[in-house]
């Protein structure tokens, strides 16, 4: 009886360890994170906003770039990129900047190179590399890539990387269902970047 339960102890603890060791392996590996998309809508004076970025859920706050609700609420955005800080302002205030400033955007901070696409079975996969040009670290950094052929949108898609650091420069890929084909140019646009200082 008594090595029946030193057998029966050790399965115990083998399992145990084995579940444990089998959550820190899958925590060590994992690279994505879960955003949930619940068809939100979002209201400005109980009028829906209408807009291309659908807002998404993340460790239960909701985020959706500032950009979308600016416009809706008839406001004007900019970015000091050395104070980081973003600007609301009445679209009719001009903004006072030093003569040699440069104007920058979220994108400036951000940039994608070595784009490529393959296709295959109707889809596009678009991949590349995406560097953080800020002097501070992300725990993710979503951004959508808008497809063109002059003026005329023919497609877009989205892509998280995790934790990037200043200056890193990192590899995504992302699938895209809409005909991109004769596109001749696109442009970045950031959703969102969360810093570890915010969490």
Request: aromatic fraction near 14%; glycine fraction near 8%.
């Amino acid at each position: 009886m008594g090595n029946f339960k030193a057998f029966a102890a050790g399965v115990v603890a083998t399992v145990v360890a084995l579940q444990c060791g089998t959550f820190a392996y899958g925590k060590w590996m994992e690279e994505k994170i879960s955003v949930i998309y619940q068809n939100i809508q979002v209201t400005v004076d109980d009028k829906e906003l209408i807009t291309t970025n659908e807002p998404f859920i993340y460790n239960g706050t909701t985020y959706l770039p500032v950009h979308d609700v600016a416009e809706a609420v008839g406001k004007k955005v900019s970015w000091d990129n050395e104070k980081k800080i973003v600007r609301l302002y009445d679209s009719d205030v001009v903004e006072s900047t030093k003569p040699d400033q440069k104007e920058t955007s979220s994108q400036d901070c951000f940039t994608v190179s070595n784009l490529k696409t393959d296709y295959f079975a109707g889809t596009y996969r678009v991949y590349g590399e995406i560097t953080n040009h800020y002097d501070r670290d992300f725990e993710f950094v979503a951004f959508k890539l808008n497809f063109y052929n002059g003026t005329s949108l023919k497609g877009t898609g989205n892509g998280i990387v995790m934790n990037m650091s200043a200056g890193e420069t990192k590899v995504f890929e992302i699938y895209i269902q809409d005909n991109i084909s004769g596109a001749t140019r696109y442009e970045l646009q950031m959703e969102s970047a969360l810093n570890y200082d915010e969490l």
